[in-house]
Nanobody
Framework: QVQLVDTGGGLVQAGDSLRLSCAAS????????MAWFRQAPGKEREFVAA????????FYASSVKGRFTISRDNAKNTVYLQMNSLKPEDTAIYYC?????????????????WGQGTQVTVSS
């Protein structure tokens, strides 16, 4: 099973940027769609962004569209989430997820493997 390690979180101010990374090991993610989810305290885990196996197709939650960009480098077995114009409501633990196929997915039911999560805190 693929192992995912999420890094790049931190404490920033509103309007700042962060880039999250998700490094995969044990197996290649080159033929799998990848996604980012987040979970704020007291809330359910929610979809943020997804990318298909080649990087040619992406999909975003309406709350982050235009501010966040998901990308991947299959040669490095790594997926990224560039987050710009961060808002306090973006505060959450962010989780990388690997899908079971190469197609974009948006639900937790389609997740095959999870990263351990990385905390993003945005102060106002």
């Amino acid at each position: 099973q693929v192992q995912l390690v999420d890094t790049g979180g931190g404490l920033v101010q509103a309007g700042d940027s962060l880039r999250l990374s998700c490094a995969a090991s044990r197996r290649s993610i080159g033929n799998r769609a990848m996604a980012w989810f987040r979970q704020a305290p007291g809330k359910e885990r929610e979809f943020v962004a997804a990318i298909n196996w080649s990087g040619g197709d992406t999909f975003y939650a309406s709350s982050v569209k235009g501010r966040f960009t998901i990308s991947r480098d299959n040669a490095k077995n790594t997926v990224y989430l560039q987050m710009n114009s961060l808002k306090p409501e973006d505060t959450a633990i962010y989780y990388c997820a690997a899908g079971g196929s190469g197609l974009v997915f948006t639900t937790t039911q389609r997740v095959g493997s999870w990263g351990q999560g990385t905390q993003v805190t945005v102060s106002s």
